[in-house]
C-alpha cells in the first residue's frame, strides 16, 4: 500500500479581500475577516513546517500542507513561507479564492514548487459574487484560474455546496474546465451550529443523494475534458460489495479511508490554535504542543480514533471507509461520534430494493 500523507491545513491569516457569507471566520465572530488574534510569526511557522515533516518521516508518512486563509496570499511572508516548505520538501497546496493571483504571482507560486491550487467557484457570476460578497469576485477568480494554469499549475476548482447554489455545479464544471482548470468537486457545507439542520444554506440527505447520483453521470459526461471529483466522504456508499483492503480493515477495526480527523490530519488557526479538522471546531490545545502529542494524547482525537463507538451511535456497517462527516454531526447534534445527518444510505437501499 502507498504511503499516507500526513496533513496540516494552516489557516495563515484571518485577512480576505472578500466577504463571503458562508465563511468559517464569519461563523466564529469574525465576519470582517481581520486578524484580531495574534498570528504565527515567521519562527513559529518553520518549526511546525519542521515538526510536520519530522512526525511524518517517524510514523514512515508523507508530509503536506495545504495554506489557507483568510487569503493566504495577503499574507506578506507568503513567499518564503512557500521557499521553507520547499526546501523542506513538504508537499504544499493553496488554497484560495483565486482573485490576487495575476500572472506574476503565478510564475511566484510556480517557481517555489507548488503545483496544485485549489480555488473557490460557488455557482455562477451572479451567485458566487453575492455568496463571496464582492462584485469582482467571480471574474478575478476566473482570472486566476488562467493564470495559473499557463504557468502549468494545475488548478481544482472547489465549490461548498449550499442550497443556493446545488443546482449550479454543472455550470461551475463547464465554466472552470474553459478557464483552465483540471479537476472540480465539491464539499458540503457545514450548517451554522446555532441554527442545525434549519441553517438555510444546509443540504440535506435527501438532496445530497440526489446530487451525487447526478455528478455520477457529469463524470462520464466531462471524461477527456477535466475530471470531476467524487472525494467527499459520502461518495464511499455507493460503493457495491468490499475489496479485500476493506475486508482486512474491518477484520482487524482499523481505518482504511474516509472522514480523517483523528488519524492523520490536524487543523491549525492564524494564532495556532488547533482543530481535528478545520470544519470542527473544537480546540484540542496549541500547534507548539507539538504535532504527535496532540494527534496522540487529544481525548478528541482519541474519540474521533474510537471505530467501535462511532459504529455503536451511527449503526453503520462502512464505519472503516466512511465514518460520515464529523463535523456536519457535531453542527447538528453537538455530538461528533454520532451518525452524520446527510447519510443517505436508507435512500440508496430503497431505490436498489425498488429495482429488484
Not at 519562527?43 to 489557507?68: C, G, H, N, Q, Y
Not at 464582492?134 to 484560474?145: L, N, P, S, T, V
Not at 468537486?185 to 440527505?205: C, E, I, R
Request: aromatic share 8%; hydrophobic share 35%; net charge positive.
Amino acid at each position: 500500500m502507498a504511503k499516507r500523507h500526513l496533513y496540516l491545513q494552516w489557516d495563515s491569516t484571518d485577512w480576505c479581500n472578500l466577504r463571503c457569507s458562508h465563511c468559517y471566520h464569519s461563523s466564529e465572530g469574525n465576519s470582517f475577516h481581520k486578524q484580531f488574534k495574534e498570528p504565527m510569526g515567521l519562527e513559529d511557522v518553520f518549526s511546525m513546517i519542521d515538526d510536520l515533516k519530522e512526525t511524518a518521516e517517524r510514523w514512515d508518512m508523507i508530509p503536506r500542507i495545504a495554506i489557507s486563509g483568510g487569503e493566504p496570499l495577503m499574507r506578506k511572508d507568503h513567499l518564503k513561507i512557500f521557499d521553507y516548505t520547499q526546501k523542506q520538501e513538504v508537499i504544499t497546496n493553496l488554497l484560495t479564492n483565486g482573485t490576487l493571483i495575476t500572472p506574476i504571482k503565478a510564475k511566484e507560486i510556480k517557481e517555489r514548487g507548488i503545483d496544485t491550487i485549489q480555488i473557490s467557484i460557488d455557482g455562477t457570476k451572479e451567485t458566487h459574487n453575492k455568496i463571496r460578497g464582492r462584485k469582482f469576485a467571480y471574474d478575478k477568480a476566473m482570472e486566476g484560474i488562467s493564470n495559473a494554469s499557463r504557468e502549468g499549475i494545475s488548478v481544482v476548482s472547489a465549490m461548498t455546496l449550499m442550497k443556493q447554489n446545488m443546482d449550479e455545479f454543472e455550470e461551475v464544471i463547464e465554466n472552470s474546465y474553459l478557464a483552465g482548470a483540471k479537476k472540480v468537486g465539491f464539499k458540503t457545507y457545514v450548517p451554522d451550529s446555532k441554527l442545525g439542520a434549519k441553517d438555510p444554506k444546509f443540504v440535506n440527505s435527501f438532496e445530497v443523494y440526489e446530487m451525487l447520483k447526478k455528478t455520477n453521470s457529469l463524470v462520464e459526461k466531462y471524461k477527456g475534458k477535466i475530471t470531476v471529483l467524487q472525494s467527499d466522504v459520502l461518495w464511499q456508499i455507493f460503493q457495491n460489495g468490499e475489496n479485500d483492503l476493506i475486508k482486512k480493515s474491518k477484520e482487524n477495526n482499523t481505518y482504511l479511508c474516509g472522514c480523517s480527523a483523528g488519524f492523520r490530519m490536524l487543523s491549525v488557526l492564524s494564532d495556532g490554535t488547533v482543530y481535528p479538522c478545520r470544519r470542527l471546531p473544537i480546540p484540542i490545545g496549541n500547534i507548539k504542543e507539538g504535532f504527535r502529542n496532540l494527534v496522540l494524547e487529544s481525548e478528541v482525537m482519541q474519540d474521533l480514533r474510537d471505530l467501535n463507538k462511532i459504529r455503536e451511535k451511527s449503526l453503520c456497517d462502512k464505519v472503516v471507509h466512511c465514518r460520515g462527516c464529523r463535523a456536519v454531526a457535531y453542527a447538528i447534534t453537538r455530538d461528533y461520534m454520532t451518525k452524520d445527518p446527510m447519510c443517505f444510505k436508507e435512500y440508496l437501499e430503497n431505490d436498489k430494493h425498488k429495482t429488484k
